[in-house]
């Protein structure tokens, strides 16, 4: 599958989800349809008290918590590439304060919309969603203090273009930090086009070192904060993949 | 959309600046308008208060 194929099979598959309200295998192979989404938040570093803030807004997608790794100041702009439900924007929207803005941008219409309802019905009036491409993002350059991704960029088709964007619309010794699926070993090409893998996060994963080097081409400075291997057996059906937690430096 | 978000948004294809409309709008924020590109010729519509910065091959 190529480019925009694959971001219309990821829309419709994320569309699904976010009608069902649940994770329905979004991120991950058939075993985690057996997990409720407060299980899975859970695993992969959500707290209660963190899960229970907006809880419309977990939808048990993620494969980290990238907010938990972070350091957010009062007034920061931060931006959420692939903000789904809008879980992330909302912690994030606490940290920022009144002072601060969080905008979240998916391409999935219903998330967005989720998200905007979510948004209205706790007050938070620092978020802002909008639709749109995280290869081609609607940001002016230079405007953003910290970005922020949870398990997204494995599914986008043109992953360069999308380290390449989040570079630009950073701000000099702006941060991104970083959770997302990246392969420990081959994939068969039947896996590589499966249109469930790639939905759940895993079809469209590069190698690990590909990821890294991926984002060094782009500008960054890279440091891994955590490699959660074990989720390949929780959720993935043993695939030879993890969960890689990184901080990026402009 | 809020309007302060102007500020920090630009066409997702050229980065250039975009030119706002507004059909309807209450205290808080713009429910209908539109975001044009002059250097693009591109409409981005604002529906619901979300604007829809997709690349025009994306949308519906």
Partial sequence: MKGNKIKENVKEAYSKIARNNNSGCGCGGSSCCVSSNQDISKSIGYSGEEINNVPEANLGLGCGNPIALSKINEGDVILDLGSGAGIDVFLAAKKVGKTGKVIGVDMTEEMIKKATENAQRYNYRNVEFRLGDIENLPIESNSVDIIISNCVINLAPNKDKVFLEAFRVLKDKGKMFVSDIVLLGELSEEQRNDKDLIAGCVGGALQIEDYLSIIERAGFKVRILGEDKDISKRQYEGIPLESLKIEAYK | ?60
């Fill in chain 2, 1 to 60: 959309m809020k309007h302060e978000l102007m500020e920090i948004l630009c066409c997702p294809m050229c980065k250039g600046d975009l030119v706002l409309t507004v059909d309807e709008e209450d205290d808080k924020e713009i429910i209908k308008g539109s975001l044009f590109c002059g250097k693009c010729n591109e409409h981005y519509p604002i529906e619901d208060g979300i604007p829809n910065m997709l690349p025009p091959d994306l949308r519906e």
